[in-house]
């Protein structure tokens, strides 16, 4: 009686406490993986900003000081007379020039749209990886949530195995008392008790660890779990197939890794053409920061100009290079199509063990009322001296095994109907679950 006071009160202790499935979800999104997933996006952000800029004009200033040790002269030679015979000077000793320019690359050969894209494409892995990382850390939430409500359940069926051994216990020193059962029989009862309470500590241990776990991962304390609802029945494996295909993260990430790799490939092409650029500034120099000239020299080099240089050689780099892009871009689509191949393997390995689950499920509740029935009828024919205390203690024993078992099944099925969800892609199961 004390024992199941205890457990009623543990029970409504716990369940105030108990967190939804959803609720659990939700916190998902201050795990510091996918925190630090949004900083590396935010980066990658910048980055691709970053790279739009060299497509737009380069505004510069400078500006130069120097002072010479001696001042500039010309010396002036007469051809009749032998040496120097005067010297001119040609500047002063301080030298100061500034400048304003601006620089336009006209044509790159399409290296800086290259480098745009490929900046912007990153961007887009980045974005990618952290959904997929976000879908991650659902499938490790459920898996977690899932086994600490199975743990939940065993533990209840191994409170409710040890209640019927302490009932047969009291039944068993009555009759021990009045010198109906012998001693052995007694201790038999009495070990499978001290058993069933070790199986109570340990699956409590469990339990615990779990928690720990799942608080750790959704960086949020996690006292105890809610039930999960009946999920409604997954889409067609055809359609599951279908959808990851479409829309998973992962596989959206790979292929912009594909698209990435093309842009290195017009990157390393960009060295068989030529280079043109422009360029105007505003430059003036002079002895002082006034730059308005030393008096020997012009105060105004403003100018306007062009280039151009294109490469006619480089030792088969730029073919070289070319061809390495190349290589890796189609190992990019190899490794590509080959995930997908696997994806779609894992997706109908996912719903045949879907069905071995259900089976077992099946099975496991069959077996559950068999036990009853055979505990049952062990309990008469102990009381009346037909049956053994050990053929007893291991009828009450097989029961809780069995409730544990269909407890465990129905946590891994729930865990596998959202794990399909999950494999179809983020969007697929957050719109199934009502997350934002």
Known sequence: ????????????????????????LQKVDEALALQSAEQLEKAARYMAEAAKGRNLPSLDAHLSAAYLKETPEMILHFPALPGPTGAVPMGTKEKWQGDVTLSYPLFTGFAITAVIDKATLQKETARLKRLDLKRNLYLQTTRLYTAIYAADRILEAQRKGLEAIEAAYKKAKGLYDNGLLPPADLYNIEAKKYAMEAQITQSESQKRQLLNSLSWLVNAPVSGVENPAALKENPTKERVVDEALREREDILALAASVEADLSDEKLAKSRYYPTVGVAAAISRQGDTLELNGDGYTNADRSYVGASASWNLFSGLADKNRLEAAHARTLAAKLQLNDYKKRVAMEIDNAFAELGALQSKLLSAQMEVKARE???????????????????????????????????????????????IRLMAGLKSFESAYRLP
Do not use: H, P
Request: glycine letters at 2%; proline letters at 0%.
């Open 373 to 419: 029935e055979y505990c049952k009828l062990t309990e008469g024919r102990f009381e009346n001296q037909l049956a053994s205390a050990d053929e007893l203690s291991r009828a009450i024993a097989d029961l809780a095994a069995a409730r544990a078992r269909v407890a465990a099944l129905k946590s891994q099925l729930f865990a596998q109907k959202a794990t």
């Open 1 to 24: 009686m004390r024992n199941s006071l205890i457990f009623v009160l543990f029970f409504l202790l716990t369940s105030l406490q108990a967190e939804s499935y959803r609720q659990i």
